[in-house]
């Protein structure tokens, strides 16, 4: 099997595929490129930098692909819809990069509070300023989080252990193990002292209704998507005054390459800060993440494994339809699972999933088959008929 590595991909992540014996191809390739070489490799992994568009996932679809994996959580590049037309699975890593992004929104919150960029820009210029850096403390304030999965739930656990704050959440899918206390949108908004963003995608979490709610002294903070922001909405904001202040990442408009220039008009204010789309830019998350993505697509390609797919449910049960379990014992030959496919197939029951294992040391295995019908005692008489089936149960 061979993987395309378009973004390249630390070398512990090389490793992995390495080690299973997948063959990995590191040549960075352009669009034109890549539509022309895509249907030669099992699998495509990119970062941020490459587009997937619909006219790579259907050449690779005539082709050998089978997976895509984004190292890293967002998957904005890559056309899902035409993945999933094409029978392509989507897969990220959306666990390599929790810790890196949720301490660098500590860090922005912090760095705004205490005026630390603007301290540091001062004194590189050769001018001693004390009182106009005067700024507040993070201890015992309130964080507001929208978002809370795995990166707002981290944010949220380093906020209160470490400055004891007082955490409140929103999301439209709340976990059920959460320690953030769930609240509506509006009530984050109204209570915070600082509110930050973790919902990812393309809409528009913060508009100008959203900022409207704020406190006058809260500070927002994004290290989420560009888009979840208005940023003419956000530029008014803090040129009025009507919030404190505000901490950036992430921008809908980012340059193209290293040493680009940085165009925005929220540059012309002072109680804003910026840092250049860090959030994973740490050794550790890189790494993690490398081999995270490395770790899924290869358990796709090598058994099946749906573990943080996009575009298909990691379990039955996230599809939410009604199934029932069917388990088989018989003899490991061929022949064995067409015949029960067959069975069931001439009354009309569709095979959702089967999972198989050898048992023991002496040729038999237990097979248990997953369906969206129940299975009526005549019918599973006839599947202990069948040659090589020991026996049927549900």
Known sequence: MKVLLNDNLEKEGIRVFEEIGIETDTRKRDLNALIKDIGEFDALIVRSATKVPREVLEAGARGKLKIVGRAGVGYDNIDVAAASENGIVVKCA?????????????CLMLDISRNIPQAHHSLKGGKWKKAEFKGTELSYKTLGILGC????QRVGELARRGF???VFGYDICPCAESTVKYVSKEEVLSKADYVSIHTGGKVTIVG??????????AFLINTSRGSNVDEQALYKALKEGRIAGAAIDVYAEEPKGEGAEFKSKLRE????????????STIEAQRETSTEIARVVAKYLFGGDFTSSVNAGESIELEERPVYTLFIHHRDVPGVFANIDKVLADND????????RQIGS?????????LHKKVPSKI???LKGIENICNVKT
Do not use: C, Q, W
């Open 362 to 370: 002496s040729g038999y295995a237990i097979s248990v088959y997953v």
């Open 349 to 356: 029951i569709n095979i959702r999933a089967n999972y198989s």
């Open 380 to 382: 599973i008489e006839t």
């Open 149 to 152: 999965g795995k990166i707002g």
């Open 94 to 106: 959306p666990y390599g990069n929790t810790n890196a992004v949720a301490e660098l929104t500590l």
């Open 269 to 280: 204010l002072d109680n804003v800060i910026f840092s250049a789309h860090l959030g994973a």
């Open 164 to 166: 004891d704050m007082e």
């Open 208 to 217: 100008e209704k959203e900022l409207s709610l704020m406190k006058s002294t």
